[in-house]
Every structure is written in structure tokens, then in C-alpha cells.
């Protein structure tokens, strides 16, 4: 077969020799192929057996059919698993932030109630016993519970609930704010109308007598009436000045028992002062007068035993309270 002739000599005919080699090759095993298998069946009551013949390409294929189902179901089994090892460190890591969130959002709940103390605090400074009622609705938090109750799955909960908190948060950051600016107000306005220092130019009187009980000036030995103010002994018709701004409610220029010529001066929130046994009297009712202001002249009208301005500081509807503490107030 391999006879000196017949062997390719260049490149050409080697290819074209080996093509030749392959087909023959081909041609044996397609003959071989269509040879198959016999299979004999003897029946156990008589008669002859049956032959059944099954070439090669026939058993190919249920073969063939057997290995590509267990390949597919290899795959995707390997497919399967690989997606949910992922699915599971996604999870874990989702966890992890859930953890997170979770701290996070308890700090928030905590500061939340911290501040929503500092607001009432800060409301019932101002005067202004409960906060703003709308506001407050906003800052239930039971609504918030509710709300998230109708949302999906925990994290969409969570971030729900986090807005909400940022939401409650600002209202809770204005509202405060605002009872902050309310009670600073207030302060100063109640700095602003508290009567403060003497009714009188530095040097120009002295004090004569203080608050509380007393003898009776004109008596002596009896106890006398509860005395509600400190009087300041000075020359007839020194100045008298108003020791807050304020509004005249009484100026009285006709001398009567008790007090006399006097003024009384309202300053707002209650805040009233009196100035008694005038000379005489340089406003009247109604009109406005500004701290410091001169609003009379000392005298001796009324109940008094010299020249003297008795001088009140009243508080509401209440009996006049110690001026000592407002005289000596800077
Ligand atoms: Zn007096």
C-alpha cells in the first residue's frame, strides 16, 4: 500500500492523500454504523424467536438525547446555585445597612424627643402654654406609624419612616425656633416695661421709709396700715421721673386724702407704678411717657407728713408689692 509510487511527493499531493485516507475512513465507519446490534427474544410457549435489529445511528440518538438532558440540567443547576450564593451576600449585605439604618434611626428618635421637650420647654417660657395646635398635628407620631403601616417591606418601612422622622424633624426645628424667638421676645419685652431704679434723679432725694408694716406716722405708738411703698424725702418740687414706659391711667391735680396729687402709670402685663403726694402733676390720663421721663413735682399733699413721694410698684389686682428689689434693679 505504501509502495514508493504511490507516496505523495509534495505538498499538493500530500493533502490530497490524506483527504483520500479520511473519506475511506469515513465510508468504514458508515458502513459500520448501519451494521447495529441483533437482539433475540425466545418466547417461552413455542414457535420461533424474534429478531430485532437495531443498527448504530439508531441507538445514537435516545443516546445523544439522554446526554443533552443531563448536560442541561447540569447547567442549570450550576446556574441556580451561583445565583443564590449572590442573592445571599446581597442579602447579607443588605442586612448589614438594615443594621445600620436601625441605629441611625433610634438616635433620630431620640433626638426627635429631646427636641420636641426643648420645644414645650421653650412654649411654656413664652407664656403660650401649649404649641401651636396645626403644628402639633403634624407631630403626631402615631400618625407616622399609621402611614408606614400601608407601605410594602421592611426596608421600604424604614425609609419611609426615616422621611417621615426628617419630616417631623424640620416642623419640630421651626417650631422651636420659633417659640426660641417668642421667649426671647417676651424677655425683652418684659425687661423693657419692668419699672427699674429710682423714681428720681440720682442725689436729689433719700429714703425715708421702707415697705411693710410701720408705726403710724401721725399716731406713733399704735400700729399702723400696711405701708405698700418706700418714700423718697426731697425739697418741695424736685422731679419725679417714670422708671419704665408706659401709658398715664390716673393723673389726679386736685389734692384729696390719702395720696393727693398723684400719677399712675401702667406699663403693660400688669405692671403698674405709683407716685403720690405731688406738688403737682405734669401729665394725664391717656398719655404715653417714656422712661425717665419727668411726670410730676414733689410735694406734701394728701396723708403726709413732709415733703416726700411715696412711691408704689403693683402687680395686677394684688396689693403693691416690695419696690425695693425694681428700685435696686439695674
Ligand atoms: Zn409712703
Given at each position: 500500500?505504501?509502495?514508493?509510487?504511490?507516496?505523495?511527493?509534495?505538498?499538493?499531493?500530500?493533502?490530497?492523500?490524506?483527504?483520500?485516507?479520511?473519506?475511506?475512513?469515513?465510508?468504514?465507519?458508515?458502513?459500520?454504523?448501519?451494521?447495529?446490534?441483533?437482539?433475540?427474544?425466545?418466547?417461552?410457549?413455542?414457535?420461533?424467536?424474534?429478531?430485532?435489529?437495531?443498527?448504530?445511528?439508531?441507538?445514537?440518538?435516545?443516546?445523544?438525547?439522554?446526554?443533552?438532558?443531563?448536560?442541561?440540567?447540569?447547567?442549570?443547576?450550576?446556574?441556580?446555585?451561583?445565583?443564590?450564593?449572590?442573592?445571599?451576600?446581597k442579602l447579607q449585605t443588605s442586612e448589614i445597612l438594615l443594621s445600620n439604618h436601625h441605629?441611625v434611626?433610634?438616635?433620630?428618635?431620640?433626638?426627635?424627643?429631646?427636641?420636641?421637650?426643648?420645644?414645650?420647654?421653650?412654649?411654656?417660657?413664652?407664656?403660650?402654654?401649649?404649641?401651636?395646635?396645626?403644628?402639633?398635628?403634624?407631630?403626631?407620631?402615631?400618625?407616622?406609624?399609621?402611614?408606614?403601616?400601608?407601605?410594602?417591606?421592611?426596608f421600604?418601612?424604614d425609609?419611609?419612616?426615616?422621611?417621615?422622622?426628617?419630616?417631623?424633624?424640620?416642623?419640630?426645628?421651626?417650631?422651636?425656633?420659633?417659640?426660641?424667638?417668642?421667649?426671647?421676645?417676651?424677655?425683652?419685652?418684659?425687661?423693657?416695661?419692668?419699672?427699674?431704679?429710682?423714681?428720681?434723679?440720682?442725689?436729689?432725694?433719700?429714703?425715708?421709709?421702707?415697705?411693710?408694716?410701720?408705726?403710724?406716722?401721725?399716731?406713733?405708738?399704735?400700729?399702723?396700715?400696711?405701708?405698700?411703698?418706700?418714700?423718697?424725702?426731697?425739697?418741695?418740687?424736685?422731679?419725679?421721673?417714670?422708671?419704665?414706659?408706659?401709658?398715664?391711667?390716673?393723673?389726679?391735680?386736685?389734692?384729696?386724702?390719702?395720696?393727693?396729687?398723684?400719677?399712675?402709670?401702667?406699663?403693660?402685663?400688669?405692671?403698674?407704678?405709683?407716685?403720690?403726694?405731688?406738688?403737682?402733676?405734669?401729665?394725664?390720663?391717656?398719655?404715653?411717657?417714656?422712661?425717665?421721663?419727668?411726670?410730676?413735682?414733689?410735694?406734701?399733699?394728701?396723708?403726709?407728713?413732709?415733703?416726700?413721694?411715696?412711691?408704689?410698684?403693683?402687680?395686677?389686682?394684688?396689693?403693691?408689692?416690695?419696690?425695693?428689689?425694681?428700685?435696686?434693679?439695674?
Amino acid at each position: 500500500m505504501n509502495g514508493p509510487a504511490n507516496r505523495p511527493v509534495n505538498r499538493k499531493e500530500r493533502w490530497q492523500y490524506r483527504l483520500q485516507e479520511w473519506r475511506k475512513k469515513l465510508l468504514r465507519r458508515h458502513e459500520h454504523g448501519w451494521k447495529g446490534v441483533s437482539v433475540l427474544i425466545y418466547p417461552h410457549h413455542a414457535g420461533s424467536p424474534y429478531r430485532i435489529r437495531i443498527n448504530y445511528y439508531a441507538l445514537l440518538f435516545p443516546v445523544s438525547l439522554i446526554a443533552i438532558v443531563i448536560g442541561l440540567a447540569g447547567f442549570y443547576e450550576v446556574k441556580r446555585v451561583t445565583i443564590d450564593r449572590d442573592r445571599y451576600e446581597k442579602l447579607q449585605t443588605s442586612e448589614i445597612l438594615l443594621s445600620n439604618h436601625h441605629i441611625v434611626l433610634s438616635q433620630k428618635t431620640e433626638l426627635l424627643h429631646r427636641l420636641e421637650e426643648q420645644r414645650d420647654r421653650l412654649y411654656r417660657l413664652s407664656w403660650n402654654q401649649k404649641p401651636d395646635p396645626d403644628l402639633n398635628e403634624h407631630l403626631q407620631l402615631r400618625q407616622v406609624e399609621e402611614k408606614i403601616l400601608n407601605t410594602g417591606s421592611r426596608f421600604d418601612l424604614d425609609l419611609e419612616r426615616y422621611r417621615q422622622y426628617r419630616q417631623h424633624a424640620d416642623l419640630l426645628l421651626l417650631g422651636a425656633g420659633q417659640a426660641a424667638l417668642k421667649s426671647l421676645w417676651h424677655r425683652v419685652h418684659i425687661y423693657w416695661i419692668t419699672p427699674k431704679g429710682w423714681p428720681v434723679y440720682p442725689g436729689t432725694a433719700s429714703i425715708s421709709s421702707g415697705y411693710g408694716s410701720r408705726m403710724d406716722p401721725f399716731l406713733k405708738t399704735v400700729p399702723g396700715d400696711f405701708h405698700g411703698g418706700v418714700d423718697f424725702a426731697a425739697a418741695p418740687n424736685t422731679p419725679i421721673i417714670a422708671t419704665a414706659p408706659g401709658t398715664v391711667v390716673r393723673s389726679v391735680d386736685k389734692d384729696r386724702p390719702g395720696f393727693g396729687l398723684h400719677v399712675v402709670i401702667h406699663h403693660g402685663l400688669g405692671y403698674q407704678t405709683l407716685y403720690a403726694h405731688c406738688n403737682k402733676v405734669l401729665v394725664k390720663a391717656g398719655d404715653r411717657v417714656q422712661k425717665g421721663q419727668v411726670i410730676a413735682l414733689i410735694g406734701r399733699t394728701g396723708r403726709a407728713t413732709g415733703n416726700h413721694l411715696h412711691y408704689e410698684v403693683r402687680f395686677g389686682l394684688e396689693r403693691p408689692v416690695d419696690p425695693v428689689p425694681y428700685i435696686s434693679f439695674k
